[in-house]
């Protein structure tokens, strides 16, 4: 069973910076895709970023473009999502997955199916 572990969400004021971090353990896998959704009190859960395993592919949503940044340590199963100049519109539970079947090294999809591996949520609030 992969477990997926978060850190480093938090209360941060209008424009300052988070680095989020989520980590996948256990039976020996391989992990392609890694991406970055949020769910807002109320709303449904949204794509933020993906990168492909390679590294070399990326994609954000428009809304976190210029400001947010995913990368990857593949050596460690982990990802990363520094946030940066937050609003108070960016606050929400912020959830990492993973994608271990598809088997490419340069896919980076949007949509929450693409995935069968997920974070339990790291709360971001973003006070004005």
């Known amino acids: 069973q992969v477990q997926v572990v978060e850190s480093g969400g938090g209360l941060v004021q209008a424009g300052g910076s988070l680095k989020l971090s989520c980590a996948a353990s256990?039976?020996?896998?391989?992990?392609?895709?890694m991406g970055w959704f949020r769910q807002a009190p109320g709303k449904e859960r949204e794509f933020v970023a993906a990168?492909?395993?390679?590294?070399?592919?990326?994609d954000y949503a428009d809304s976190v473009k210029g400001r947010y940044i995913i990368s990857r340590d593949s050596a460690k199963n982990t990802v990363y999502l520094q946030m940066n100049s937050l609003k108070p519109e960016d606050t929400a539970v912020y959830y990492c997955?993973?994608?271990?079947?598809?088997?490419?090294?340069?896919?980076?999809?949007?949509?929450?199916?693409?995935?069968?591996?997920w974070g339990q949520g790291t709360q971001v609030t973003v006070s004005s």
């Open positions: 990168i492909s395993r390679n590294g070399g592919n990326t």
């Open positions: 997955a993973f994608d271990t079947t598809r088997g490419s090294y340069y896919y980076a999809p949007r949509t929450p199916r693409e995935y069968e591996h």
């Open positions: 256990g039976p020996t896998f391989s992990i392609y895709a």
